[in-house]
Every structure is written in C-alpha cells, then in structure tokens.
C-alpha cells in the first residue's frame, strides 16, 4: 500500500475493526487536562441528579416517574395522565429538535458531555479499571500476561465491582419506572415474591454489565442511531472537535534546536498522544470521522504537548472545518441553523403554555346513548349525561358544576358534590334541565362549568336535546 493510501484507509475502516474483521480492543491513555476536570464536574452533577432522581420529592412526589407499566408519568412532581400524552409527543419532538439543532450548530457536545453511554463509560466505569489495573500500559501487559494469581486477582476485582455497579444502575432505572418506594419493597422482601421484578432487574444488570465490561465504544460507533447521522447533521461550520491541519502539517517529529518552519514543519510534533487517549482509537488528524464522541481527551492531550514543546496551545480545538480551513476564528450563524432555532423557539414556547395552562381536572360530560330528553313536570325539558372526571392533582376535590350562561340547573344523580379523590376519578350520571323558554332549537350548545368550591377548573361544551319549537 502506498504512503497515501496508508493514509486515507481510515475511511475505508473503523478503527476497533481489524483487517479480519475482529475487535481491536482500546486501551486509551488516562486523559488529563482542562476540559477533562470540567467534564468530570459535569459527569459528577448529573450523576448525582441520576442517582438521587427517584428519591427526590416535590410535595409528595418523585422528581421524576416513568412508569409505562401503569401509564403514570411524573415529572418534577406533577403527575401526567394518558390523556396528557399529546405533550409528550411535543416535548420529544421538541427534545429532537433540540439535539438536531445542537449538532448542527455544536456537533457532538451531547455525546462527550451528556450522553449515559459516555458518562458511566468515560465518568465510573474506565476511571474504576485505572484504578484497579493501571493506565494503558500497564492494562495492555496485563492482557497478554498469563492467568496468574495477579491478573485472576485484578480481573475478578474489577468485574465484580462492574457488575456491583450495573446492578446498582439497573436499580435506579427500575427505580424511575416503578418508583422508589416500590423499588425498596423488591430489595427487601425474597425474590420469589416479586419474581418479575427481580428477572427484570438481572436483565438490565446483564446487558449493562455486558456494555460497559466489553462493548464499551462500540455503542458509539456501530449502533448509536444518534452517532450515524452525523453525516448530514454536520456542515463546515459545525463546531467540532477539530485539528488545526492548516497549523499542525507537515507534522514531524522534533528536533532539538531545528528551525521547524525552514524544515517545512507544521506544529504537529506527531507525538500520537492525540490518538493514545483516544476512547473510540481514532486519530483525529484525519479529519472528523464518525467515531468521535467529542470527548475532548484529544484536546488535552495535544495542548500538554504544545505546552512542553513551547508552541500555542489549540492545535486541536473546539472549531469549525470553515475556519480552520479560511485560518479564521469564532462562531457564525448559518441559514440552516437559524431555521432550527426559530422550530426549537416555537415549539419550545408551545410546549411552555401547554404546560403551564394544563388543567388539573380532565372531564368528559357525554349525554347518554339511546336517551332522548324527558319533559319534566313543570314545563323543563331534561337530558341525561354520564360524566367522567379525572384529578391530576394530589389533593381530593368537591366537585360542582353549572352551566356557564346561568340557565337551566345540574343535578348531578344522587349527590349534590362529586367527591373526586387525588389522583383518581369519579364517574356519575347527571341531567340538566331547562325551561321552555331556555331553549334555543332541537339541538343547542352548553357550556358546563367544573367547580371546586368557587374555583372554576375547567369548562367542558356539550350538546342539549329538546323537542322542536
Ligand atoms: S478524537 Fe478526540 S474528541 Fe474525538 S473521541 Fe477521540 S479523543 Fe475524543
Ligand atoms: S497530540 Fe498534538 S502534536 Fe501530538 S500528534 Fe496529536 S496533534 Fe500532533
């Protein structure tokens, strides 16, 4: 193969493939550095959010519930119904549009900074295997050693406290499903009594174990939907994490007092500490490549050298294709961004009002199938509705209602107040009657007011049925 072939087969080829098709495992260098103190800050916030989000309460509530299982969904405190859904259909859209808008603009700062796969990964689990078995050297001699008592010794540490880990995970993402109190009651009480808990709650320590002890990059690379689209979600002025080629080439090695520019040397002292700290084992001097998690180890790892050597910092930094490309600096807004951001305000604001003007009671006031109206004694004319209301609240109500234009009367079958108990549902029968002279047609509109003492929570229409006059 040829030196130019050599070095554009990277296309050709993920870096964790060999030739033969089997896994090249990655034994990236510890990183150190600015950006990994900060990303270790950001790694310890939201892990600590994770971790204490089922146990946290808002008045009587979790933090957050999801639980699909009982279709109750609970999100700082307040409690979603099934027939809240259509905002979850906007607050994912929303959600999607966010990170759409965000690769283009930012590329992949959710996958190096945000993302589950890559906090346990880079933020517990390689931190742990540091501890136990070294950095990459040291990790490497072990592999190839013999089973001794040392390698047995370091390995079956290491794994155990992997499996310790991910049953702990597994916990607290059953915990968000089924609630923690709910959770406490599967840990303290034998298996045998909540047997599909218990299954359940191996299998998601399996197949977390089984990511973070062996498939590790390989969720980023083969089969994060997410990371395959970066293709068309990046343009040339996406900010990534970027090698300065226009700087760094013609890399070589240094020299002791060479004048690098009159030996037509680039910046790049092609030390591959870049490529050693690497956790997806790409070198980012190619160019970006799908593989890059935007980890940032490169960075640190590149302005450690140039700060050794004597040069600036930043030969690989967060920028742009564009400008590194033009040897330009800065941020600039592209058509294509600027589109993104007007759908993500939109939405974002409707989801805000939706949100906030949701009501606290759901109600369907239905006549009764097969019913005509009835005349009453009198001289009122009657039709008979079933109702159904549903608290979203975690107070109880007494529940009256009205017609909103203050004709006719309610009687509600049996009561005078519907009890509606917290987050539960009452369901009933009333009729409303009007006089003669009250009706409009053979078919006319009302509007039936839902009242809590004098609190008005929601106005339901619905339809009247009398005879023609
Ligand atoms: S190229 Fe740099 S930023 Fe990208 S994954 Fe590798 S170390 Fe992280
Ligand atoms: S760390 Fe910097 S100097 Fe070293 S090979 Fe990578 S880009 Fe070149």
Not at 51 to 61: H, K, S
Not at 220 to 226: E, G, I, N, R
């Amino acid at each position: 193969m040829s030196a130019t072939a050599e070095k554009i087969d990277f296309r050709d080829k993920i870096s964790t493939v060999d030739k033969a098709g089997k896994r090249v495992w990655v034994y990236p260098k510890k990183p150190k550095g600015k950006f990994t103190n900060w990303r270790t800050l950001v790694y310890v916030i939201l892990l600590l959010i994770l971790f204490t989000g089922p146990f946290l309460r808002i008045g009587e509530q979790p933090l957050l519930m999801l639980n699909i299982v009982e279709r109750k969904f609970i999100i700082f405190g307040q409690i979603f119904w099934p027939q809240d859904f259509y905002l979850f259909g906007l607050a994912t859209l929303a959600g999607a549009v966010f990170i759409v808008l965000f690769t283009v603009v930012y590329g992949r700062v959710f996958c190096g900074w945000i993302c589950p796969q890559t906090i346990f990964m880079e933020g517990v689990f390689r931190p742990i295997e540091y501890w136990i078995e070294g950095d990459w050297t040291a990790q490497k001699k072990l592999d190839k050693q013999e089973w001794n008592r040392e390698k047995i010794m370091k390995k079956g540490f290491k794994h155990f406290i992997f499996f310790l880990i991910s049953f702990l995970i597994a916990n607290i993402f059953l915990a968000y499903i089924i609630g923690s109190e709910a959770l406490l009651e599967i840990v303290t009480t034998p298996p045998a009594a909540h047997l599909g808990g218990f299954v359940s709650m191996l299998i998601f320590t399996g197949v977390f174990y089984y990511v973070f002890a062996f498939f590790r990059e390989q969720v980023c690379t083969t089969v994060c939907p997410y990371g395959r689209l970066q293709g068309v979600l990046l343009d040339r002025q996406t900010v990534v994490v970027a090698y300065d080629y226009k700087r760094g080439e013609n890399r070589g090695k240094i020299r002791k007092n060479e004048d690098r520019a009159a030996a037509d040397k680039g910046d790049c002292v092609d030390c591959r500490l870049c490529v050693s700290v690497c956790p997806t084992g790409i070198d980012i001097r190619n160019g970006t490549q799908l593989e890059c998690i935007n980890c940032t180890a490169c960075i640190d790892a590149c302005d450690s050298i140039m700060e050794n050597v004597g040069l600036p910092k930043g030969l690989i930094r967060y920028d742009s294709e564009a400008n590194i490309a033009e040897g330009k600096k800065g941020f600039r807004w592209t058509a294509r961004s600027m589109a993104y951001t007007a759908v993500l305000v939109l939405i974002t604001s409707l989801l805000t009002g939706l949100l906030l003007f949701r009501s606290n009671v759901d109600a369907t006031i239905l006549r009764t199938p097969g019913m005509m109206y009835q005349e009453q004694e009198g001289g009122a004319v009657s039709n008979l509705y079933n109702i159904k209301i549903i608290n979203k609240t975690n107070e109880p109500m007494q529940l009256s209602l009205r017609t909103e234009d203050g004709k006719g009367q309610v009687q509600i079958v049996g009561k005078d107040i519907l009890e509606l108990p917290e987050q539960g549902v009452a369901e009933g029968a009333m009729f409303i009657l009007l006089k003669k002279n009250e009706l409009t047609g053979i078919s006319q509109n009302l509007s039936i007011g839902i009242y809590n003492g004098d609190q008005l929570l929601k106005t339901v229409e619905t339809k009247f049925i009398g005879p023609a006059i």
